[in-house]
């Protein structure tokens, strides 16, 4: 994976964890509409864009029964089936034909977004599947221990 591409993941992922969600309207009595569950919303996609959604998540299904106690691999696998994935699922659905028409007309034509976002996911999935965080922390966390135990001169840096 590139550099630009692990970035460009980076800003959506960031953008998405950041974005709040919209007050609610209470000026409306009215009975409140069936809530829609993220399966219920894949089927209402397009294909390949259905396919591929779907393909996403149960690949975040099996890695999140799969992966040992890594937290930070456990915790980016739910974001992405809990908010990521849904987020960029109802963005695409709750569309207006007004807003479809603004993106023709830039030439973003809504499924090809759709289909990049969800590129976008996939890609760092299998990113953040790829690494074994829970390794890395060890060695880092030894390599601490081994510093302040032993202690090296400032001046004196590692295979001096």
């Not at 550099?3 to 919209?22: E, F, G, K, N």
């Not at 219920?40 to 299904?61: F, G, I, K, T, V």
């Not at 739910?78 to 479809?100: G, K």
């Not at 830039?106 to 976002?117: A, I, K, M, N, V």
Request: net charge negative; with cysteine.
């Amino acid at each position: 994976m590139t550099p630009l591409l692990i970035l460009a993941l980076a800003a959506v992922l960031i953008l998405l964890a950041t974005r709040r969600a919209p007050a609610p309207d209470v000026t409306h009595a009215e009975a409140p509409a069936p809530t829609r569950t993220l399966p219920d919303n894949l089927l209402r996609l397009p294909e390949p864009a259905r396919s591929r959604a779907w393909a996403l998540l149960c690949s975040l299904h099996d890695a999140l029964r799969e992966v040992p106690g890594d937290a930070r691999t456990s915790f980016l696998l739910q974001q992405t089936r809990d908010q990521y994935l849904p987020d960029t699922v109802s963005a695409y659905l709750h569309l207006t034909p007004a807003a479809r028409a603004q993106l023709e007309a830039q030439g973003q034509p809504p499924e090809t977004l759709l289909l990049e976002q969800l590129s976008l996911i996939e890609g760092g999935v299998a990113e953040v599947l790829r690494h074994d965080h829970a390794a890395a922390d060890r060695l880092l966390t030894q390599g601490r221990f081994l510093r302040e135990r032993f202690g090296l001169p400032s001046d004196l840096k590692p295979g001096q």
